[in-house]
């Protein structure tokens, strides 16, 4: 069977129907995940929404017709639990439905979250945790603004027996100012922009003083065991954060323009919501595993992306291991929804047996890059040359211990927001200027923003303490060994921890033997990973992507499949 999840659009406060934020498009068949991107990969704009392009990205890719789909399965945001027939009729123009095809409408936002970050977890049962800003409306719609309405904020879900139950919900009613929708007016009022800014937030947050941690908390818990803010949203960031402050005793600084100097009362607001976040999620997990005898956690939605709030729910005593897909938030809904649809048509058939999807971290399709074909690129770019090398993993390491900062092309590129050793720009952690150069000179971004350590997964507990799981998907964060902090200065953060991502040879045997190669040049068997872009852009794609992006940026090589690139 064929299925395809999209993650399509939204009924906007004017209730028109418009692309939503981080469109993309995956394509499984059975239950094999073959091909998955976002629109923004293919346009060239970041967050960019529609699912045109991916649509006929992951066709093409697999080799597939729109004829051959069995099944289109999609969900909403901004409207209610009970779709309006005129999206439902706008879904099936768009996509030409035809007479032996199936469009499955996934019954909420929260739930297509869920279905991905269970079916992918390898877990036979859990708790799955769904925090973001909001998902649908409950009831129905009473009024264009999405805060009045009653609609998903944080869901909680229990997953047993094959079933996914929605066992809890908190902020549902109006106003509900949910943890995912503070932390979004945090980051407004530092100037850092909207949710897609939510990172910078977080990078902040370790800078912070301490002075504010002792102020009372920005929620409660009643006796049935919810939570709800000490405030309504009123949809005004500067009005709901300044009566925040006012109750918790504090008199905070007018809102922050981007282009204001960044002070320590900022740092310290970030580290107050930061905190928050991780306190409050902590304190509903505790109670819901507690309550269903659990000790397995999904997460999803865009909350989900907060890596120091992962890790304080790895430190409960009760929880085995916390899972989080590679793309949990509205980015990875297409891969939710054709898992929803794939297991419901299976329960139809009475054959169901609860299995884990095959969501490989790499799902985009392979490039043949070869010296023809980069001959052709370089017409339009005369001050680059290169050259074709027997081991790029050889030469790449080589280049990198020589303090270079590289670009990496590899294979398929990686489906979720961060770059995970495909479509990368590599340095050496061994030198903290390298992030100074990288921040300031190359990405062009906030200097205080770190950087991930991309680690061989069997020499993770040399360099870190007390992290014994997984981390291919950059989720969580772990403390530095301190006699490690000088040796890897480029990757500890300002407190101690780093943001890492495990590598193993079964999953990137490319980028495992970069790494390995590094290492035996240099004793440090990990090295500094982030994104293969520049700041306002998306990830790159193509061969062309990557080498227009070379050109235009301060790297020093890009190292495309096999061959080398550099300025002249």
Known sequence: MITVGLNACIVDENNEIRPVDGGGVCLFEDDKLLFAITEERLTYKKYDGGFKKSLEYVLEASGKSLQDVDQFAVSFYGVSLNVPKFLIEYIQTELSIQSHQKLIIVPSHHLSHAYAAFYSSGFKEALIVVNDNEGQIIGEK????????SCERNSYYLARNGEIELIDRDFEYPQGLGFGKLYNKFTRYLGMGNYHNAGKTMGLASFGSDNLLSLGDAYIKDYDGSIHCIIPDTGSTEKDMKTLFKKLGVTIPEPRKKTDPLRQMHADLAQYVQKQ?????????????????????????????????????????????????????????????AI????????????????????????????????????????????????????????????????????????????????????????????????????LEIKKREAFRPFAPSVLIEKTQDYFENFSIESPSMMFTADVKKEQV????????????????????????????????????TGIYLVINTSFNLDGKPIVETPYDAIACFNKSELDYLVIENFVLRKI
């Not at 009473?142 to 309405?149: A, G, L, R, V």
């Open 142 to 149: 009473k009024s264009p603004h999405m805060f009045e309405n």
């Open 486 to 521: 000088k040796n890897i200065s480029g990757v500890v953060h300002v407190d101690g921890t780093a943001r890492l991502q495990t590598v193993n040879k079964q999953d990137n045997p490319m980028y495992y033997r970069l790494i390995q190669h590094f290492g035996k040049l």
């Open 340 to 439: 929803y649809a794939i297991v419901n048509s299976r329960r139809e058939k009475a054959n169901f047996n609860q299995v884990k999807f095959e969501v490989p971290l790499y799902s985009g399709k392979k490039y043949t890059v070869t010296a023809n074909e980069i001959q052709t690129i370089l017409k339009e770019f005369s001050n680059l040359h290169f050259s074709e090398v027997e081991d790029p993993c050889k030469i790449a390491a080589k280049l990198i211990a020589e303090g270079n900062v590289i670009a990496w092309f590899q294979g398929a590129s990686e489906f979720g927001p961060r770059a995970l050793g495909n479509r990368s720009i590599l340095g050496d952690p061994r030198d903290k200027l390298v992030v100074n150069r990288l921040n």
């Open 277 to 337: 976040l991780e306190k409050w999620t902590t304190v509903k997990v505790e109670k819901l595993i507690e309550q269903y005898n659990l000790e397995y956690v999904c997460v999803g939605g865009g909350v989900a992306l907060n890596c120091p709030t992962n890790s304080a729910l790895l430190n409960i005593e009760r929880v085995k291991n916390v899972y989080i897909p590679n793309a949990p938030q509205d980015q990875g809904l297409c891969i939710g929804n």
